[in-house]
């Protein structure tokens, strides 16, 4: 009889890897300030008396002009995280961030907060393709999602603290936080790790292996395997080469270019989804169910579901797949948007005629809930009459919780899902110039449907708009259906191979554990202490595992000590190992 007492598998701790996420996403928590504050800095400098006193259309440019800032930020966050490192490019993208929020406190004419809104635009645009790449590559398959989350949660959190802020305090006050939450990552620096793949690709193995025991919680032996396919990968990578041409031509692959695409039809569902519509007409709406309440306690309402939403999502990542995610998302928010159509159609078509005209204020971004703010007092349909049915009332509180559950539908799968995409697909050879690529693209999708929007609500009306919403919605669960891939558990080479037109393979090899007298290639040292009663033997096994990408391969061994105590009055055997 055998029996072998078996220690289980050292699993580390995560504590560093989230840790280290946090600290990188502090300016992320900024940008979200800056989404949420031209909803609270327009209001003010529209009332009598204002320092900087500004027109509908000047609120308009405020509220988006830092996506031009963004769209340059999306160009050069890519290339300087490959050039000077992850971590340096995180510390690099505070700076604008900084420097904009400061600007914007001491700003005394409308010129000055132009420019320190598109400085800001520069650190938001930068921050997209830096954290995406710096989450990836300090995560394991297993945590990757739950980590990528960290960007829209952080912005969402910014957005609803905005809020907050405006309502407790004077505009030039609410800057001061998104100055300072970016300068946190330089004071933490030393819990900022560099990334092991950016340093393993700078030829700095030895600085990859002790951040990779620290990111894991691991001893040195236990990160080996996963430190020597970083290293078959970076081959790899140079074997192709590293001038500009090759580059380029990897940017024209069907690799770098399904990913792009999937990704740009993501985020365009993100700003035509129902979720700006909330956004647009939270007020209006509560107004129609009878239910008057402060605009920007309803701003704070609408904010606070979209951080539970990806609070739930930041939980269910990881033992959900994606593309459920996804698919109930859409799913939920297209039923939502048909239940609130149908409604505020009927509604309008039993009210009389308006002829006042709607003003309303461009939405910040595609995918961050804006609160209304210049809704005219006679633009607000008046409640409903004291002889309308239950049944009426019932239905008026339809459109309520259609937009609680567009917010929180939004956040559960069609809001965080793109962005783990974002951080998995890109072969790492051309990472951070099609991450960067991407990013550019997705703001212009952000301007247009600030451009687009109003117009649509102007030809559509209030409940056409929502039927076009769910519409777009239940388009995007067939088309994500042959599209996007589920990557939920998948390590990076596995990602890299989705799309590749001819699938690069590899194997792990093991080899078994030997005994003293085996003959194999990596032989193990014995050494035994006969005794008159037991026997104990002492075995140093070596244990190699093999790792393939096509003909190349390369060996990891590790070394465990077995103790064998064989007593001559029994036949049974313990090994401890």
Known sequence: MVEANVPPVEKGSNFRMF????????????????????????????????????????????????????????????????????????????????????????????????????????????????ASMYLREISTPELRGQLTIFMPLAANTGNLLMYIFGYLMPWRLTTLPGAFLPLLPIFLVFLLPETPVWLVSRGRRDEAEKTLCSLRGLNPEKVQQELKMMEIMEEEIRGGGDSWKYKLGMLVEKSVLMPMAILLFLFFTQSFSGSNMVGYYTVTILQMAKIPLDENIASILIAAQYLLGYLFSSIFVTRVPRRFLLFGSLLLMGLANVGAGLVLISRRKSEPESSNSSHHMEIIDADQMVGLNDLEVSDIPQPPPPSLTVTDNLLSLVPVFSCILICFGYACGLGPVPWILFGELFPSSVRGSASSITAFLRSITVFLSIKLFPSILRLCDIGGSFLICAFVCFLAIVVSYFVVPETKGMDSKQLENIYRVHPKTYSVVESSEDSSDASATCAPSATSSPSSTSATKETVAEECVVVCVENRCGAVCGRQQLVQSVHSTSSETQVFI
Do not use: H, K, M
């Open 19 to 130: 840790l280290a996420g946090f600290i990188a996403n502090l300016p992320g928590l900024s940008a979200g300030l800056s989404f949420g504050f031209s909803a609270i800095l327009i209001p003010q400098l529209q009332q009598p008396g204002s320092q900087i006193p500004v027109t509908l259309e000047q609120g308009s440019w405020i509220a988006s002009l830092f996506v031009i800032g963004d769209l340059l930020g999306c160009v050069v966050g890519g290339p300087i995280a490959d050039r000077f490192g992850r971590r340096v490019a995180v510390l690099l993208d505070c700076l604008p961030l900084t420097v904009g929020w400061l600007l914007t406190w001491q700003a005394q004419t409308l010129d000055q907060l132009y420019a320190a809104r598109a400085i800001t635009g520069v650190g938001i645009g930068a921050g997209v393709p830096i």
